[in-house]
């Protein structure tokens, strides 16, 4: 059975405190690991896709980078604008329909 | 272009009241899915679909119904809704395998 632990599950920072999110995962054929955006009261928004150990993605402020056991998602000096609830999913080769199992998420609030 | 559309946005049913509701995607995408969302719990896949006139239960389909009789449709029914069905509901649509989910902005629903 797939798995994904976030963690931690609140994370509060002041404008410009760079910190990490982190996302292990437990599968069976990794075929991608995403990583999501959720505003209250909106549908996750997508952000990255990692396919293979080593790989990293950026933007603006975001890194994502993946090992075969986890994800970090890394924040540099974030803004008050980039509070919200940051989501992590796998996709696994051996579930059908390209399903994908997410985890429960951490919540991250940017002090001004 | 609309992207995913689910409505309603907000309901509130009685026990043992009946509903369905609407996920429509504009983008041609075969794969559509449905998942519900708990505070704290993460995102949790109910019903899928590979395609039109194709669909499978996901983790939690006790309680739910669905039907794909188009690409574009992929509507949710709710059989005597009980307290449990509480929940917000997201509709999701995708390529396919290693491709990202585009998600509704959700159906909040409360069962009294």
């Known amino acids: 059975e797939d798995q994904v632990t976030q963690s931690p599950e609140a994370l509060r920072l002041q404008e410009g405190e760079s910190s990490s999110l982190n996302c292990s995962y437990t599968?069976?054929?990794?075929?991608?690991l995403f990583w999501y955006r959720q505003d209250p009261g909106k549908g996750p928004e997508f952000l990255f896709t990692l396919y293979s150990a080593g790989e990293e993605k950026e933007k603006e402020r975001l890194k994502a980078t993946l090992t075969k056991k986890e994800s970090f998602l890394h924040i540099t000096a974030p803004k008050p604008e980039d509070s919200a609830t940051y989501l992590c999913a796998v996709q696994a080769g051996e579930t059908s329909g390209s399903r994908l199992t997410f985890g429960e998420g951490t919540q991250l609030t940017v002090n001004p | 272009n609309a992207g995913v559309t689910q409505t309603p946005k907000f309901r509130i049913l009685k026990i043992g009241q009946s509903m369905t509701l609407q996920c429509t995607q504009d983008?041609?995408?075969?794969?559509m899915y449905w998942y519900r969302q708990d505070p704290g719990m993460g995102l949790k896949l109910i019903y899928y679909s590979v395609g039109a006139g194709i669909t499978d239960k996901g983790e939690v389909p006790n309680g739910y119904n669905v039907s794909r009789s188009t690409t574009e449709d992929f509507p949710l029914r709710l059989e005597l809704a009980a307290p449990s069905q509480t929940s917000v509901y997201f509709c999701?649509?995708?390529?396919?395998?290693?491709?990202?989910?585009?998600f509704g902005s959700g159906t909040r629903l409360t069962v009294v």
């Open positions: 983008m041609n995408h075969n794969y």
């Open positions: 599968v069976s054929g990794l075929r991608g």
């Open positions: 999701a649509s995708s390529y396919g395998t290693g491709f990202s989910y585009t």
